[in-house]
């Protein structure tokens, strides 16, 4: 029987998988491209909430492991203490450059034979494999058919949605399969859909719009479990706190920075729908006299040196920002660190501003969640995930992405009706604490697990 630190009791073993992008459990690099978007944050989080359960004895989150000098040597450990019987578990698999995850494909074969090496070293018998995307998912299929266990599976974005959105959009099929590798991720879908035993999906909307457009996919299957936010970061500000330090960064850009702030916070992605935001304040007068807009898109050095789509997206901002006459009202810091992130969220409730995430599409919406907590009032596109989360906490208003004039007037109403402002900020840091915390998280995951588990995984 294994000895985890202060845990001595016999406990279940879990492995969860997410093999792309940079995952570490400090200063996560959220935003630097598109690997390394909110997944990250959510598999970390997940693992950390789950080795805290009592009945939990080891967590294991295994991630490619990446010996590259354009990153931090961070990457390149082969293991990572989160605390509390958590780790990370870095796999060689492939070369050993960071590559984005659609370079990937050819290399998963050797993620699961690093991984199988890995656990049968250990000894243990894992309770179950927990997949997170399609490459995970690969991989997570062999591993759980190799050692006898069940499968659990998060898809976090389907290929199959990412194929039909880009479609509408006038892409031709034949650049989408060149760029993304559509349909071996669609493949590996289906194969971990067939395989799964549990798939854990953040709304009902995930699972009714995108999984269910998957021949595999099973009712039955699917849980709905919110993921949750470190309620020890994400809380209100203080009464009379000091602003704190992004702050000085932001008011450069800002003319007259005592004003209520817009805050925007994602990847440079056209997804994320930027521009549309920028039209909705430079073209509605009022809404410019109110309030200052904060744009925070990811870090960047020289836009003219990123890639392709963040470059687009940037670029069309600084545009509109001039076309607009927008200066003195419009910030876009460079740069922010993981630990701005709720500092900035307070400021917003300080400010008595409004957070908005007008993201043409939105599985979950983290970030609003995270905005809540703080206390921020919250406009959300009305197409995925802030369905659920505002309808739970009802602290906002959902709003059409493609509506410039009414996210306008939206904002503006947020904004101006105090005693709207006051009923939604309260009513988010309440639900966000009553439904959305890790602990709640973690306690609903291993309810659900617990009917696929026989006493001899305990270790």
Known sequence: MMTMGSKSERGLYLVLISVHGLIRGHDLELGRDSDTGGQT???????????????????DLMTRRVIDPAVSPDYAEPEEDLGHGARIVRIEAGPREYLRKEMLWDHLNCFVDGALNYIHETGLSPALVHSHYADAGYVGA??????GVPLIFTGH????VKRRRLLAKGET???????????RRIMAEEETLASAARVIASTRHEVEEQYGLYDFSREEKMVVIPPGIDLSRFYPPKLDAAPPPIVEELNRFLREPDKPVI???????????IATLVK??????DLREAANLVIVAGNR???????????????DLLLLIDAYDLYGKVAYPRKHRPDDVPDLYRWVTQSHGVFINPALTEPFGLTLIEAAACGAPILATEDGGPRDIIATCNNGELIDPLDAAAMGDRLLDAIRNREKWLTWSRNGIEGVRKHYSWETHARRYLEEIKPLLTDQVYV
Do not use: C, F
Request: charge should be positive.
């Open 263 to 273: 805050l925007a916070l994602s990847r440079p992605d056209e997804r994320k729908n």
């Open 280 to 285: 909705a304040y430079g073209e509605n007068a």
């Open 301 to 315: 050095d020289d836009i003219r040196n990123m890639e392709a789509g963040p470059r687009k997206v940037l670029t």
């Open 173 to 183: 099929a034949q650049n989408i399969e060149k760029t993304y590798a559509i349909s």
């Open 157 to 160: 974005s389907l290929g199959r």
């Open 142 to 147: 062999r591993l759980a058919h190799n050692l």
């Open 41 to 59: 944050l959510y598999v970390v989080e997940l693992a950390r909430a789950l080795a805290k359960m009592p009945e939990v004895a080891r967590v």
